[in-house]
Structure formats: C-alpha cells, structure tokens
C-alpha cells in the first residue's frame, strides 16, 4: 500500500527566507507525486506535479520540488517566502486507477510566515 | 470553468438527521472523487466514480454513508444518521482521464451536534 510521511507539522519562517518541505513516500512503482496548497476555508490547489522525465519540476507561485528515487523523497522548496505563502501544504503520492490517480495524502505541514 | 461546486459550504445539524452534501464536477471530467478531511485522520478518499459508476468504496466508513452519481453534472454524499463524529470537512476532486490531476472544490464544513 501506498503512504506519505510530511515530517513536519509546524514550520515557521521569516518572510524573504528560503523554505524546504520535506516528503517521504512509500510506493511500489514509479509514482505520480503531487503538492496541493490548503489556504483556511478553502480547497486544494495544485501547486507542481511530477509524472516523469526531468526530476526536477517547477509549479505555480514560484514553487519547486525534486523527485529524488534513491530516498523516496520529493521535497518542495521556495527560495524567498513571501507573507501570503501561508498555509497547509500537503504532499500526495498517485496510484493508477484506470486512467486517473487515486491519491493518498500526507498529514500536511502547517506554513507560518512571520514578517 | 467555474471549478468545482460544492453546496452547502457549511452545515450544522442535530445528531440522527440526514444529511446530504452536494457535488457538480467540472465540466467534461469524468472522474469524481470525495474525500473527508479530520484533525485526527488527515484527507481520507472515501469513493470514487468514472463515468457515473463507483468504483472504489473502499474508504466509507459505514453503511451510514452513501454516495450517488446520477449523471455526469452531479453527486451526493449522503450521511443517515448523522453521528458527531462525522463532524468534519467533506471534499469533492473531479479530473479528466488520462490527466490525473485532481481538482478540488471548497467543501462542506459539516458539524453535527
């Protein structure tokens, strides 16, 4: 069975500072990952993806992550966090199901950003 | 595109009533998805549709829940009777075949006294 750990449930940093979310996955083939973004009282929002091919992907809002098989990680990492990056993050790792992903969560990490 | 709809956005109602949560998808997908969202469990699938037809119920927790999909415009998750522990945030994803990515609606913020 597929599973995600986000090791951190809480972080905080200084706005203008660089940020690393850490992913850990568990899955028996090459997997679909993904980065959702929960802001309060509102849905997911897709922030990057990675399918295959380059294993380092770039996403929206100036978001990036790497895809790295040897440690079963895909971290996500911004180099200077503004105030409105504040959120849940979450990470997802996909398993075929037919022609779509059926995804498993991590338990998020919690974004604070103090000016 | 409107994204995804979902109504109500909250929901407050007694233990042992019935209560129906409401999905449109967007347009053309064909994949639907409703997840629960809890401090204690994180975001949980509970089912998933394709073309109208579940396929994977694996993740409801009881026969208290149903979900339906008449068409391809609409679902409901349906919960009867509610209990307080299924006060929580109720999710609906639908997504295209082929594109595997799921796009998410606000949901329904169901709190059951």
């Known amino acids: 069975a597929q599973s995600v750990t986000q090791p951190d449930i809480h972080i905080t940093v200084s706005e203008g500072a660089s940020l690393e979310l850490r992913c850990n996955y568990s899955?028996?083939?090459?997997?679909?990952l993904f980065w959702y973004v929960q802001s309060p009282g509102q849905g997911l929002q897709l922030l990057l993806k990675?399918?295959?091919?380059?294993?380092l992907v770039q996403g929206i809002k100036g978001f990036e992550a790497e895809f790295k098989r040897s440690q079963s990680s895909f971290n996500l990492r911004k180099p200077s966090v503004h105030w409105s990056d504040a959120a849940e993050y979450f990470c997802?790792?996909?398993?075929?199901?037919?022609?779509?992903?059926?995804?498993?969560f991590g338990t998020g990490t919690r974004l604070q950003v103090t000016l | 595109d409107a994204g995804v709809i979902q109504s109500p956005r909250h929901e407050v109602t007694e233990m042992g009533q019935e209560v129906t949560l409401r999905c449109k998808p967007i347009?053309?997908?064909?994949?639907l998805f409703w997840y629960r969202q809890t401090m204690m469990r994180g975001l949980e699938l509970l089912i998933y549709?394709?073309?109208?037809?579940?396929?994977?119920d694996s993740g409801m927790p009881e026969d208290r829940f149903s979900a339906k999909m008449p068409n391809a415009s609409f679902s409901t998750l349906k919960i009867q009777p509610s209990e307080p522990r299924d006060s929580a945030v109720y999710f609906c994803?639908?997504?295209?075949?082929?594109?595997?990515?799921?796009?998410f609606g606000a949901g329904t913020r169901l709190s059951v006294l």
């Open positions: 997802a790792v996909g398993a075929r199901a037919g022609t779509a992903s059926k995804l498993t």
């Open positions: 347009s053309g997908h064909d994949y």
């Open positions: 994803a639908s997504s295209l075949s082929g594109i595997n990515i799921q796009y």
């Open positions: 899955y028996g083939a090459t997997p679909y």
């Open positions: 549709f394709n073309n109208n037809v579940p396929i994977d």
């Open positions: 990675y399918f295959s091919g380059d294993t």
